[in-house]
């Protein structure tokens, strides 16, 4: 009898689509699975950006087409996938990762304007685009989602409610999709990162990142892009085929520090 099965830990010749891949985390997230081989669908609202990550991944010898889309955009979600599928031949992974935080106060002007828009990219996009992949992530019977979420979708700060409850909503529909899709094979988890070196957080002086890192992050630090994309990179694996509905922190530690 084998020893182990053959439960592979590459994503080579894999197609994964990845949202907001322009900066940050979806950035290294493009690059880290470039460099394992993996054909990535480069898709972010920056056209500059997504030409500068598909030319970097070429020239690390990797393999990517890029797509500028908002993801904001119905019919642009479903053009995308048509596109993908007519490029790559499939899609194996979906990365829904574009996200933006807008604060504001309850009672402040443009609240229904900041709640609209925060709740459509940062979760609805997340369903559409979901919808328009799920019959080609099904068709290899191994398809992998995998939701950005936040230590917002534990937790919550003040002014930043639209971003908390968008953060809530892409765990419980992670869960969701988990529970209700999971006999079909693909499996659908979640990663909340902590503070990340990121475009999000550029505006945030180093002073304050480094106290607020020593206050509430029991590693000390902020995180950086490569570390999360590391954590989506092994709920991707074939290898990570029982690992359905999960949520898993990627944040130093900040969320269980009483
Ligand atoms: P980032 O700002 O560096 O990257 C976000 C990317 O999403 C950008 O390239 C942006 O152009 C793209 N994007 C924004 N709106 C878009 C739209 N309508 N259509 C298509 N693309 C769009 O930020 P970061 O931090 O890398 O964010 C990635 C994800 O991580 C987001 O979902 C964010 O909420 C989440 N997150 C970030 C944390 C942090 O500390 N940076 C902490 C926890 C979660």
């Known amino acids: 009898m084998a020893r182990l099965s053959q439960l592979s830990r590459s994503i080579a010749g894999k197609v994964a689509?990845?949202?907001g891949a322009a900066s940050g985390m979806g950035r290294a997230t493009a690059h880290l699975f470039g460099d394992e081989g993996a054909r990535v669908a480069v898709v972010d609202i920056n056209p500059v950006g997504v030409s500068e990550v598909v030319k970097e991944?070429?020239?690390?010898?990797?393999d990517a087409e890029g797509?500028?889309?908002d993801v904001r955009d119905p019919s642009g979600i479903r053009d995308l996938v048509a596109d993908v599928v007519a490029h790559f031949g499939g899609i194996d992974i979906l990365i829904n990762n574009a996200g933006i935080s807008r604060p504001a106060a309850l009672d402040a002007e443009a609240y229904e304007d900041s709640w609209a828009e925060v709740l459509e990219i940062n979760l609805t996009a997340h369903v559409r685009l979901l919808r328009a992949a799920l019959a080609h992530l099904q068709a290899g019977g191994a398809g992998r989602v995998v939701n950005i979420a936040s230590t917002e979708a534990m937790g919550a700060q003040p002014f930043v409610?639209?971003?908390?409850?968008s953060k809530h909503g892409v765990v419980g529909l992670t869960r969701a999709m988990a529970v209700e899709l999971g006999r079909t094979g693909v499996t659908f988890n979640c990663v909340c990162p902590g503070p990340i070196r990121t475009g999000m957080?550029?505006?945030i002086p180093d002073a304050a990142k480094e106290k607020f890192a020593r206050r509430r992050v029991p590693l000390g630090?902020?995180?950086?892009?490569?570390?999360?994309?590391?954590?989506?990179?092994s709920l991707v694996l074939p290898a990570s085929s029982y690992i359905n509905g999960a949520v898993l922190m990627v944040d130093g530690g900040l969320s269980i520090q009483n």
């Open 17 to 19: 689509i990845v949202t």
């Open 201 to 203: 957080t550029s505006g």
């Open 161 to 165: 409610s639209a971003y908390t409850a």
């Open 221 to 233: 630090r902020y995180g950086e892009p490569e570390e999360v994309a590391q954590a989506t990179l």
């Open 57 to 62: 991944i070429h020239e690390a010898g990797g």
């Open 67 to 69: 797509w500028t889309l």
